[in-house]
């Protein structure tokens, strides 16, 4: 019993695993950090400078790529070389009720080296939305509770970007901006001002460095991580670039990659949760380790499953589940609608490199009465940018070579909108009373959908983005909907929300479950409402260190 015994437990390794891991070592923990999927040792295990022309298929997602994996080969930066971070749909098969894109990675660093790296502070306004218009719950908390603790993530983060001064979207710690194209720079000049909703052009904020942090970065502007891959100069933030190996430079950390958590141990005599049984993924053998603690970080829909499989008499439905919300209030974000047109001018200009990163075109919906809307409440964002490509070449020999050298006739810009999913009860996910995967573990299956609030923003989207361009000067603008359903977006949150009623949620303040006191958790699961910025990880790294610095004084004070 003895070996199997840690003071904490983190289940899971991506964005917010990664950052519990870190900051429960540096307070003196033994932790066990376990992971479903296999070890990616951070530049040992990348094929990131290996050129796409030594690859087989150059990078191509091949027909038996799409046969195997029908979903995650459709995430945009599934590729070739990519596919390793993603899952195997057959090997993880899930039940969609209605149709849900569920992307997934799982190895140490789960989707942290996939991910966008884009990162936007939550502000007030997201945090008084449910209040204010009735949907879903009452944050528990609010921005100034948060604010210290995106202070102290982003240093580490890396976040790069500009100081703007806006209220509903707070600015950060951060590294300089990464530099407009002098499209974008002439787009946002002439729009400044112009509308009375405040609609503007920022920097895009991403977690790529263009700092050195210790021994990472700064970016190398390669736009390997923008199709997928792990980056060796550690030019971006993930777990295995930072928080892991901050957290086993301690000797406090214990990771055991191959190991599946499906249920957690809770005794009705203490009300505490007392360990974790895990099936190793390989063996299928079962084990058992016990801790003081616990930090689910599995990522939303996994973690809540671990919950509704963690069965008792004392919790018939799940684990914690006494308020009937557990594996309901479901969101992502809606997105894919705006617009493009060419740039006439700057023809003697051209690109340099791949930045990692675009502009940004913050909320100006609802914000105050003057922007106020009839027909839909909340918001969105855009994210996007300009760019010259080449021209397409024609023939063939030395004068089809010579033409692909050559820049096309004019500049590019698109923008594309990112919207606000407001929580309903009914979205929802819950486990297959019969169906089981191949490690024992019932299927999960998704119930979510996009309603009525959400289309009524499309038309907006795609209008508003055309106003953008047409007053930044572009020319033969058209207006798109990629027609995405949820899950596309691979920002899905809820299931497991805080609030402060026990009565209508899991967690409190402190992202604490109100059942059993010793369970933290802290990925997106734990979220009130999806937000209108993208780039939700930043806000789940500021919670994880808040709630770890809170339970390890609640610890040391034995009130847990």
């Known amino acids: ?22 900051e429960l070592c540096e307070k003196g923990l033994n932790t066990l950090v376990l992971e479903r999927g296999r070890d990616v040792e951070h530049i040992v295990d990348y094929d990131d400078m290996i050129p796409p022309w030594d690859t087989k298929y150059r990078g191509r997602v091949t027909n038996e790529d799409r046969r195997k994996s029908p979903i995650q080969s459709g995430v945009y930066n599934y590729n070739e070389r990519s596919k390793k971070y993603f899952v195997n749909d057959l090997d993880n098969p899930y039940v969609q009720d209605k149709p849900f894109e569920w992307a997934r ?61 806006l209220a509903h979207l707070p600015d950060g710690l951060f590294q300089p901006p990464m530099p407009m194209n002098c499209v ?46 792990a980056c060796s100069f550690g030019g971006y933030f993930s777990s295995n670039s930072a928080t892991l190996p901050l957290a086993a430079k301690t000797g406090k950390m214990t990771l055991r990659p191959f190991s599946m958590v499906q249920e957690i141990i809770y005794d009705k005599e203490t009300r505490k949760a007392t360990g ?20 689910l970080n599995a990522s939303t829909l996994n973690t809540t499953a671990i919950l509704l499989n963690s069965i008792s008499e004392v919790f018939p439905t799940g684990l914690g589940n006494s308020s009937g919300q557990l594996g309901h209030n479901l969101m992502d974000m809606p997105y894919g609608m705006g617009a493009r047109g060419t740039f006439k001018g700057f023809e003697d200009k051209f690109t340099f490199g791949r930045r990692p990163t675009g502009i940004f075109v913050p909320r ?21 940018g300009a760019g010259r490509g080449r021209k397409a070449g024609e023939g063939f020999g030395r004068g089809y070579k010579e033409e692909l050298t050559k820049p096309s006739e004019h500049w590019s810009m698109a923008i594309t909108a990112w919207g606000e999913h407001l929580p309903y009860y009914e979205n929802k996910m819950y486990l297959h009373k019969d169906k089981k995967d191949k490690f024992g573990m019932p299927v999960i299956c998704v119930d979510c959908e996009f309603k009525e609030n959400e289309a009524a923003m499309v038309n907006d989207m795609m209008n508003s983005a055309a106003e953008i361009l047409e007053m930044g000067g572009l020319k ?85």
């Open 1 to 22: 019993m003895k070996s199997n015994f840690f003071d904490a437990i983190v289940v899971g390794t991506g964005i917010s695993g990664g950052w519990a891991a870190k």
């Open 105 to 165: 990675g799982y190895q140490v660093g789960g989707r942290s080296l996939i991910w966008g790296r884009q990162c936007y502070r939550r502000s007030e306004l997201d945090f008084e939305a449910n209040a204010k218009d009735g949907f879903g719950v009452d944050w528990p908390i609010r921005y100034k509770d948060i604010a210290p603790w995106y202070d102290y993530v982003e240093p580490v983060v890396g976040v790069s970007g500009s100081i703007e001064g």
């Open 184 to 229: 974008e720079s002439e787009v946002a000049r002439r729009i400044k001002g112009k509308f009375e909703d405040g609609r503007m052009i920022i920097h895009g904020r991403t977690a790529n460095h263009t700092r050195k942090i210790g021994n990472r970065g700064p970016c190398q502007y390669k736009g390997s991580c923008g199709a997928g891959h």
């Open 276 to 295: 974790v049984r895990v099936v190793d993924t390989e063996t299928l053998e079962s084990r058992i380790f016990h801790s003081k603690i616990i930090f």
């Open 364 to 384: 100006f919906r609802n914000i105050n009465k003057a922007t106020e809307q009839q027909d839909y409440v909340r918001g969105f964002t855009y994210q996007g």
């Open 476 to 560: 033969d603008i058209e207006t798109y909907n990629w027609n995405k359903i949820p899950g596309s977006c691979i920002h899905e949150t809820g299931t497991a929300r805080m609030g402060n009623d026990p009565g209508t949620s899991v967690l409190n303040r402190w992202n604490q479950m109100h059942d059993v006191k010793n369970i933290f958790i802290t990925d997106g699961s734990a979220m009130c409402s999806s937000g209108t910025t993208p780039g939700p990880s930043i806000t789940y790294m500021a919670l994880t260190a808040r709630a770890v610095d809170y339970a390890v004084k609640e610890l040391n004070r034995r009130n847990i």
